[in-house]
C-alpha cells in the first residue's frame, strides 16, 4: 500500500483566497483524522470522521474551516477564507479499528497565507 | 480526561550516548501505548508500542516498556546516531480507536 497520501505538498495562498487540501487514507482503515500542527501550539485533532461519518469536529478552530469525506477513499479540508495565521503544517491519518495500530500518517501540507 | 506527559526538549545528546525520553500516562483502563517519531519534513511514523502491561515494545535499537505500576512508557536507546534526531511522540489509546498525543520530544544529537 502506498501510504496515507496527501495534496499538495506545499501550498501558498494569498489571504482571503480558499484553500483545499486533500487526502486518500489507506484502503480499508474505517479512521480519518485531520491534524494540524505549528511550533506554538503543537499538534492539534481538528476533527475525525468514522467510515465517513465526522463523528467530532470540535477542534475545528472556526467556521471558516470545513471538512468533508464523500467516500471511503478520499477527503478534503477546506478553509475559505485563508488567514496568515492558518499558516501551518497539516496532516491526514487514518486507522484500522480492527487492528488497534495506531494511526498512520501522511507527510502533511505545508501551508502558508501570506 | 485521559492525558500523556513528556519530558520537555530539546534533548541534546552526542553520538553513540544512551537516550531516556520519560513518557507517562493517566492510568484510566488498560490502553494500548504508542511511541511515534517525525523526521524533519515528515509526518509521524509508528516507532514501536506495547498493548499490555509488561510488555516491550522494540524497533530500530529503540525499545519502551509498559510500566501499570508507575504508568510509565519510558523511550530508551543505548546507542544514538546523528539520523536518530528528530522529534518523538508518545501516545495512549482511547476508547472510540482515539490516540491521546504527548507534547512531543526534539531529540538533537551532534556527531
Known amino acids: 500500500d502506498a501510504g496515507v497520501i496527501q495534496s499538495p505538498r506545499h501550498e501558498v495562498t494569498e489571504m482571503g483566497q480558499e484553500v483545499t487540501l486533500r487526502c486518500k487514507p489507506i484502503s480499508g482503515h474505517d479512521y480519518l483524522f485531520w491534524y494540524r500542527q505549528t511550533m506554538m501550539r503543537g499538534l492539534e485533532l481538528l476533527i475525525y470522521?468514522?467510515?465517513?461519518?465526522?463523528?467530532?469536529d470540535s477542534g475545528m478552530p472556526e467556521d471558516r474551516f470545513s471538512a468533508k469525506m464523500p467516500n471511503a477513499s478520499f477527503s478534503t479540508l477546506k478553509i475559505q477564507p485563508s488567514e496568515p495565521r492558518d499558516s501551518a503544517v497539516y496532516f491526514c491519518?487514518?486507522?484500522?479499528?480492527?487492528?488497534?495500530?495506531?494511526?498512520?500518517f501522511g507527510s502533511g501540507t505545508r501551508l502558508t497565507v501570506v | 480526561g485521559d492525558s500523556v506527559t513528556q519530558m520537555e526538549g530539546p534533548v541534546t545528546l552526542s553520538e553513540e550516548a544512551f537516550l531516556t525520553i520519560n513518557c507517562t500516562y493517566t492510568a484510566t483502563g488498560y490502553p494500548s501505548l504508542f511511541w511515534y517519531v517525525q523526521y524533519p519534513g515528515e509526518g509521524l511514523q509508528l516507532l514501536l508500542k506495547?498493548?499490555?502491561?509488561?510488555d516491550k515494545g522494540s524497533n530500530k535499537g529503540f525499545e519502551a516498556t509498559y510500566r501499570k505500576e508507575t504508568t510509565s512508557f519510558h523511550l530508551e536507546k543505548g546507542s544514538v546516531q546523528v539520523s536518530d534526531s528528530a522529534v518523538y511522540f508518545c501516545?495512549?489509546?482511547?476508547?472510540?480507536?482515539?490516540?491521546?498525543f504527548g507534547g512531543g520530544t526534539r531529540l538533537m544529537v551532534k556527531p
Open positions: 470522521f468514522n467510515n465517513n461519518v465526522p463523528i467530532d
Open positions: 506495547a498493548t499490555k502491561a509488561d
Open positions: 491519518a487514518s486507522s484500522d479499528s480492527g487492528t488497534g495500530g495506531g494511526y498512520t
Open positions: 501516545a495512549r489509546g482511547n476508547a472510540g480507536n482515539m490516540l491521546t
